[in-house]
């Protein structure tokens, strides 16, 4: 697959600042790269977890076909929803990036990852496997709604969100 066109983040923002529709998000300013790839972009998928990561696990294994994964993991500080082995398989996989709300570890391995890796923190625990969550719901991150088919564009400056596929 094509991977999605960049555009800068910032040049996305000038071009919507005025939009107050609710297409067109910008998530706050909390979270810390932790792939090789720091400029991504590509349509949505989503995964709903708290301190189980077994649905991230199920995605990242799937083909990405350049698309993000977008993790709420309740903003847990507790335990690490993707680690240096899902990151690999995230890359490998064709994801563009996974964002998180929550915690990686194996920070030294996610870091030469071929693919773009946002979360909040690092956290050595791992979670425990119960096969709970959700997939391709709605989610709230960081007090802002990503839905599955929206867009994800992220860079040095943030991550925006938009319903549909931006071109600047």
Not at 43 to 68: I, W
Not at 123 to 150: F, H, L, N, S, Y
Request: aromatic share 6%.
């Amino acid at each position: 697959m094509t991977p999605t066109p960049f555009v800068p983040t910032c040049d996305l923002c000038d071009v919507h600042k005025g939009d107050v529709s609710g297409t067109f998000r910008v998530l706050p300013p909390v979270f810390r790269d932790f792939g090789s790839v720091l400029r991504f972009a590509g349509e949505v998928v989503t995964v709903k977890c708290f301190e189980d990561n077994s649905l991230v696990k199920a995605a990242v294994d799937s083909e990405g076909r350049g698309r993000v994964l977008v993790v709420d993991g309740g903003a847990s500080l507790r335990r690490a929803l993707l680690g240096g082995n899902l990151g690999a398989a995230a890359a490998r996989n064709g994801w563009a990036g996974v964002v998180i709300d929550g915690c990686v570890r194996d920070v030294a391995e996610l870091a030469v990852c071929k693919v773009g890796i946002r979360a909040l923190a690092s956290m050595p625990w791992p979670t425990e496997k119960r096969g709970e969550g959700q997939a391709e719901v709605a989610v709230q991150i960081q007090g802002v709604w990503v839905r599955p088919g929206d867009w994800l564009y992220a860079d040095e400056d943030g991550i925006v969100v938009s319903a549909k596929a931006l071109h600047g």
